[in-house]
């Protein structure tokens, strides 16, 4: 079974399969990026990112030599920040202790900051074809309904069961294209609604498909409720037209980014109160808080947010880092240099759509 698998996957891989940029190179680094961009991201989104940071950061030893500001500012609106603040510190472990060489010892390369068991096979198996087996979504999809796996495919046990079954079928030669065979699969033919089963080059040995089963297999629990939050933050002006933005310490959730201070609301507390509040507590500073300029809805990948955005003035106190970084005032034209999550991102382009006008007509 484990040689059907592994060569009907690879003959159907290497006819069918996408022709993707990081699989035209043989470059660890470029290898290791792409693996990194696509955690929890779709191929369509990465490529422009991909293309975008190698070409501010074209070596590991570009990007171990660049500020963070300079990373983050390149991975804004990918999402998932920390993967670009794991891989640039990796980056500088590399250089700094290994000579700019990328580690090919399995061990030695999981050590690095941000790098799992699945980065850690796919990265190894395609850069430098050692035997290592992925298991991600995509593989766990694929194995279980080929094995016919009706467990829920949360738990452990499952898990393990479909990572022994690739350890098994995963070949000496070309390890790196039979783990982007299985997921090139996953991806694109065993999808998990409506499988494309006819196209598929296991489906003679499929036991989902001969057994009608492809729409419950594989199973998967509920997740929990995605919690929903308001969150209340302050667009800070002063006579020069200038915003106040603070920078979010790098041990938090977007750490490293900028941000409009400000935070979550608590109950039975309005959202003026909350903005009054936080900015308090993160600034030091009393405020007047004025009319809402915008309300922006955003999801995270495990809670929901909306972020009401205030016109502020300063009535008493100097604005003081308390709970971030760095505190900056900038103007719209400057703020463009700095990199913001997603929801405060389109609070600026709705900001810079501003006629100047309507910005003096507030500070008036």
Partial sequence: MNNYFSENLLQWYYL????????????????????????????????????????????IKDLAQAEQQQVLKCWEGLGYYSR???????????????????????????????????????????????????????????VSRFLGIEDDIRSSQVKNLVQVFVNDAIPS??????NQS????GAIVCKPVAPDCDKCPLSTQCIAFNSAKTDIIPYKSKAKKIPHHDIGVGLILNLKNELLIALRPN??????????????NKINESIKETVFRELKEELGVDVTVYEKFKMIKHAYSHFKISLHAYWCSIEFGDPQPKSSQELKWVTLEEIDTYPFPKANRTLIDDLQRLENDDLIRFLR
């Fill in 16 to 59: 069918h399969r996408r022709d993707l940029p990081w699989r035209n190179t043989s470059d660890p680094y470029k290898i290791w990026l792409s693996e990194v961009m696509l955690q929890q991201t779709r191929v369509d989104t990465v490529i422009p990112y991909y293309h975008r940071f190698l070409e501010s950061f074209p070596t």
């Fill in 84 to 142: 670009g603040r794991n891989f640039h510190q990796s980056s500088k472990s590399v250089v700094n202790n290994n000579g700019g060489v990328i580690p090919n010892d399995y061990n030695q390369f999981i050590a690095l900051k941000g790098v799992g068991p699945y980065t850690a096979a796919a990265v190894l198996s395609i850069a430098f074809g050692k035997k290592y087996a992925v298991v991600d979504g995509n593989v766990i999809r694929v």
């Fill in 173 to 178: 030669d070309h390890p790196g294209d039979f």
């Fill in 182 to 185: 299985i997921m090139e699969l």
């Fill in 251 to 264: 041990d938090v959730m977007l750490g490293g980014m900028w941000e409009f201070p400000g935070g979550k």
